[in-house]
């Protein structure tokens, strides 16, 4: 019996799939050519050899504005391409589509290719291009390139740094939020020293710290200090704890001791071994420590039972005549502040002054609510009502109660049970406020001048417009240093929605590219959508012949802890399909890096880009190990 016909499509394309097809598709180059003369304005702006680039981008932008998802279908279904894989010649792909389905079903064509700023081949070809003109050229063997952000170290340890240039690091990163332009400039230079003898190019990016609003400084407490001898299994005291001390102001540790503390220098001078000093430590318990030997300045002592100190401790010491001499403990470790929050506490944001928490009511007074400050206090006055906000890379989260120039109420929503702890220096997220903070701060542009000495690319922090990049690129033309490359940096949620004008600014440059800073982010867009939105920015780079960089905890927790989670090697498989794959610093970094390596050249492989490669798979070219099952004998069937 033959099939049915039913679903059939009659003809070589039929009624729906040959003219409608043809006419959905002329339409769409329509629009394509439509969006390329919007960016005209631009061009102006633009390196001749970057036009072809800005033309595309602007198709691609054309063709996503719509959905495509109907049309795909049928194309896959007449078995031609279904502009998937289109990002870098968007227009030269529509166009052989469309010359295709002219040919089949029997239609006059004429080659387009006049209107093409991008062929198949030069598309790519432009994308490593500029990738080689930012981060100069691959290394033998891997086209994705290792950039690693320097530890402070880096400054004045040549064999750290020879390491990571002999482990792979390709592009060195200066991170410009933390120590000056002193270590910068070390850096710099002992990578660039280190390259030289490893017969390597390296390129050295310095990432401005620009507008990141962190939590302001808490006011800490005095630390406790806490001695306590060492036990066996059974509660048996093995060893007493040992403490030393040194002259206040000395930067003396004393051998042997777990924790060294600061008395007054005449005291101290005349402690002699043997000695016992009595104290009353912090809980209220007596207390005696044994003097058990002089090492110069300093002495170390002795305790058979736990000790709590601190500096409110006072020390008592027979003196030569008979007296008790007394000292003060100084200079204790301070503890590192912290704010408990949990879901329904208020938190209030201020201008400036020393965080704190809850701090309980005094008698006729009310109780003080939790406070914190921010280090852009001009952003308060843009925070509204109903806004959210975060801290601390999304461990906390919470809603705007009520606005104000100097103080926002925030209310914390979201918290592990229990709590979290909030401290200085962290990161601070408005997703839904519009802040409009100039690009570049007051240090960003000092910092510009040592970038310029030191740098070959300068990193554009939460750009966010067009007219970031712009006021880049005219500071670095003041300092004589527009031959700079640019890295656009993309860690808002504006930046990622005016990510196509600040890709068309960007082309008035010599070489750029962008970094995906999945960290920040994540948190403004919404972790369940960064997927998705690092696929959108890779998307829009590529159509734009912008080589791209993939960044925030790639492999971290190996150059952490050395071993790395199943999840983060996955991950930095996925980072093949970009130009470029970041990793932070750690002690293991160099471990991470081999690992980089050899992931990266493993997965070229098979994969570039958005395009699967068939490569001939090994693993499964041998023999059947088990013999085929055997045929099940039919029974006889009586006539």
Known sequence: MKPSKKNEVPGAWGEIAGPALIKQLWALRASMLAREREIEPWLAHIAPARRASA????????????DLRGLQERLARIGVSSLGRAETHVLANLDKV??????????????????????????????????????????????????????????????????????????????????????????????????????????VLMDL????????????????????????????????ARLGLRPAGSALEVAGAEVTLAVPADWLAARLPGQRIALTDARGSRRQLTVTERQGDG??????????????????????????????????????????????????????GLGHGVIAASRGQRALPATIACTLP?????????????????????????????????????????????????????PDTRLDLPALTAKDLEDLAVAARAADIVGLSFAQSAADVRTLQARLKTLKA????????????????????????????????????????????????????????????????????????????????????????????????????????GPHITDAIHTLDDILQRMQAHQSKKRPLLRALKAWNLPLQDAAPPRRKRKAVAA
């Not at 033309?55 to 719509?66: D, E, I, Q």
């Not at 100084?330 to 201020?350: F, S, Y």
């Open 378 to 430: 001009e952003a308060l006055p843009r925070v509204r009502k109903g806004q959210r906000i975060w801290f601390d890379d999304g461990r906390i989260g919470g809603h705007v109660l009520r606005g104000g120039a100097k103080r926002v109420v925030v209310q914390i929503s979201e918290a592990r049970v229990g709590g979290e702890h909030l401290a200085a220096d962290k990161g601070i997220n408005l």
């Open 98 to 203: 469309l010359g295709l389905l002219h040919r089949l079903d029997a239609l006059p064509w004429t080659p387009l290719s006049e209107d093409e700023p991008a062929g198949f081949g030069r598309g790519t070809v432009l994308l490593a291009e500029h990738a080689q003109a930012l981060f100069g050229p691959p290394p033998p063997g891997r086209s994705t390139r290792i950039m690693v952000t320097l530890p402070s170290t880096a400054a004045h340890d040549d064999d750290l740094v020879r390491g990571l240039v002999d482990a792979g690091m390709d592009i060195a990163r200066i991170n410009c939020a933390h120590d000056g332009p002193a270590e910068w400039l070390a850096m710099s230079e002992r990578v660039r020293r280190a390259a030289q003898q490893a017969g390597r190019p390296l390129r």
């Open 482 to 585: 527009g031959h700079l490359a640019l890295m656009l940096k993309i860690e808002t949620r504006r930046g990622f929605e005016r990510l196509p004008e600040m890709l068309l600014a960007a082309m008035a440059s010599p070489a750029a590219g962008v970094m995906i800073a999945r960290g920040d982010l994540a948190v403004e867009c919404g972790y369940e959508r960064m997927a998705e939105v690092q696929e959108q920015i890779l998307w829009a780079a590529e159509a734009a012949h912008m080589p791209v960089v993939w960044a925030t905890q790639v492999l971290e927790t190996l150059a952490k802890t050395g071993l790395p989670s199943r999840a983060e090697i996955t991950d930095a498989a996925m980072g093949g399909r970009a130009e470029c794959v970041m990793l932070n610093k």
């Open 55 to 66: 033309a595309n981008l602007a198709h691609f932008l054309a063709m996503r504005k719509v």
């Open 299 to 352: 002495v170390l002592l002795e305790c058979t039972r736990t000790t709590y100190l601190t500096t409110e401790t006072p020390l008592n010491s027979p003196a030569p005549d008979g007296k008790m001499q007394q000292a003060q403990l100084t200079e204790l470790p301070v503890e590192a502040a912290e704010i408990q929050l949990a879901r329904g506490d208020l938190l209030h944001l201020v201008v400036d």
């Open 209 to 240: 710290a620009g507008p990141k609003l962190r939590t302001g400084p808490i006011s800490g407490a005095a630390g406790v200090v806490k001695l306590k001898p060492r036990r066996d299994a059974y509660g048996r005291r093995t060893a007493p």
